[in-house]
C-alpha cells in the first residue's frame, strides 16, 4: 500500500507539470512537443500501477483540489489543517490503509 501512495504522489507530480506546461503554453511561450508527450507518457505508465478504484479517488478529487493528495503533519492534514483522529491514524499505521481526510476527502500520506 506505501508503494501505491509513492505512485500516487509521483502520478500527481507528474500532473502538475502538465497543467504547468499547458499554463506556459497558453501564455504564448513555445512548448516542446517532445517534452508534454514524455510527461504523457510517464503519466500513463504510472496509472498503469495505481489500482483503479484509488485512481478513480483521486481524479474525483482532482477536479475539486488542485492537488488530490496532501502530507499529514502534527496529525493534521495539510490540505484542510484538520486535526485527523487518531483510530484514523492508527488504521494507517498499523493496516497501511489508504485514508481520506474526514474534513476535505483528500488522500492522505505520511511526510516522511
Ligand atoms: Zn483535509
Not at 500513463?44 to 478513480?56: Q, R, V, Y
Not at 475539486?64 to 484542510?80: H, S
Request: some cysteine; hydrophobic content about 35%.
Amino acid at each position: 500500500m506505501k508503494n501505491e501512495l509513492e505512485n500516487l504522489v509521483a502520478l500527481q507530480d507528474l500532473d502538475l507539470m502538465i497543467k504547468e506546461l499547458k499554463e506556459v503554453e497558453q501564455l504564448g511561450f513555445e512548448v516542446k512537443s517532445e517534452g508534454s508527450e514524455t510527461l504523457k507518457k510517464a503519466r500513463k505508465e504510472m496509472i498503469a500501477k495505481i489500482h483503479k478504484p484509488l485512481l478513480g479517488n483521486y481524479e474525483r478529487l482532482r477536479k475539486r483540489y488542485k492537488r488530490a493528495i496532501v502530507p499529514i503533519k502534527d496529525d493534521k492534514c495539510l490540505g484542510c489543517f484538520m486535526k485527523l483522529p487518531t483510530y484514523l491514524l492508527t488504521h494507517m499505521k498499523r493496516d497501511e490503509q489508504v485514508i481520506t481526510c474526514e474534513g476535505c476527502g483528500r488522500i492522505l500520506y505520511w511526510l516522511n
